[in-house]
T-cell receptor
Framework: EAGVAQSPRYKIIEKRQSVAFWCNPISGHATLYWYQQILGQGPKLLIQ????????DSQLPKDRFSAERLKGVDSTLKIQPAKLEDSAVYLC???????????????FGNGTRLTVT | TQLLEQSPQFLSIQEGENLTVYCNSSSVFSSLQWYRQEPGEGPVLLVT?????EVKKLKRLTFQFGDARKDSSLHITAAQPGDTGLYLC??????????FGDGTTLTVKP
C-alpha cells in the first residue's frame, strides 16, 4: 500500500511569514495526526482528526497554527505568522481507526523540515 | 500530562555488543509502542505491547512491558550498524492518543 505522503520536504521562511504543509494519508485511514518534532525531542501531537472532525487540538497554538482535513482525506497545516521557535519537522501520521491500539498503529510520513530564519 | 522518560539519551557501541534502552512513566498506558526513526524519515513502528509483563521478540530485538504497564525496555542482541537510529517509545490511551518520549539515539560502529 502507498504510504503517507507529505509535501514539501523542506521549507525555509523568514519569521512572520506564513507557510502551509500538505498531507495525504493512507487510503481508508479515518484518523489523521499532525506532530511537531523539534530537534532532539520526540514528536509532540498538535492535532488529531477523526474523518473530518477534530478530536484533539489541545496542544495546537491556535493564535498562529490552523489545520483542516478536506472531505476527511487530505489535510493541510498552516502557520501564520511563523516564529523562530517553529523550526522543526512537521510529521503527519494516519491510522485505520483510533491510533495507539494494537490493531490500528500509526503510519508516519517522512515529514516537512521547516527552518524559520 | 502523561510523560515518558527514555534512557539513556545517547548510546554509542561497537558492532556485536548487546544493549538495553528504557522507557519509564508514572502513568499507566493501555498500550506501548516502540518506533525506530532514521534521519530524514518518519518513525516506523517496531512493536506494540498491551499486556503487563508481555515480552515480544523481533529477530535480535526483545521488548518487555512492565507488569504495571508503566514502563518498557528494548534489548538488542549483537547490535549491527543497521540498528543505528533514534528509538522512540510511545504510550497509548484508550482515547487513541499517543504520547512520545524524547528517544534514545543509538549509534552502532562497525
Amino acid at each position: 500500500e502507498a504510504g503517507v505522503a507529505q509535501s514539501p520536504r523542506y521549507k525555509i521562511i523568514e519569521k512572520r511569514q506564513s507557510v502551509a504543509f500538505w498531507c495525504n494519508p493512507i487510503s481508508g485511514h479515518a484518523t489523521l495526526y499532525w506532530y511537531q518534532q523539534i530537534l532532539g525531542q520526540g514528536p509532540k501531537l498538535l492535532i488529531q482528526f477523526q474523518n473530518n472532525g477534530v478530536v484533539d487540538d489541545s496542544q495546537l497554538p491556535k493564535d498562529r497554527f490552523s489545520a483542516e482535513r478536506l472531505k476527511g482525506v487530505d489535510s493541510t497545516l498552516k502557520i501564520q505568522p511563523a516564529k523562530l521557535e517553529d523550526s522543526a519537522v512537521y510529521l503527519c501520521a494516519s491510522s485505520l481507526t483510533g491510533g495507539s491500539s494494537y490493531n490500528s498503529p500509526l503510519h508516519f510520513g517522512n515529514g516537512t523540515r521547516l527552518t524559520v530564519t | 500530562t502523561q510523560l515518558l522518560e527514555q534512557s539513556p539519551q545517547f548510546l554509542s557501541i561497537q558492532e556485536g555488543e548487546n544493549l538495553t534502552v528504557y522507557c519509564n512513566s508514572s502513568s499507566v498506558f493501555s498500550s506501548l509502542q516502540w518506533y525506530r526513526q532514521e534521519p530524514g524519515e518518519g518513525p516506523v513502528l517496531l512493536v506494540t505491547v498491551v499486556t503487563g509483563g508481555e515480552v515480544k521478540k523481533l529477530k535480535r530485538l526483545t521488548f518487555q512491558f512492565g507488569d504495571a504497564r508503566k514502563d518498557s525496555s528494548l534489548h538488542i542482541t549483537a547490535a549491527q550498524p543497521g540498528d543505528t537510529g533514534l528509538y522512540l517509545c510511545a504510550g497509548g490511551t484508550n482515547a487513541g492518543k499517543s504520547t512520545f518520549g524524547d528517544g534514545t539515539t543509538l549509534t552502532v560502529k562497525p
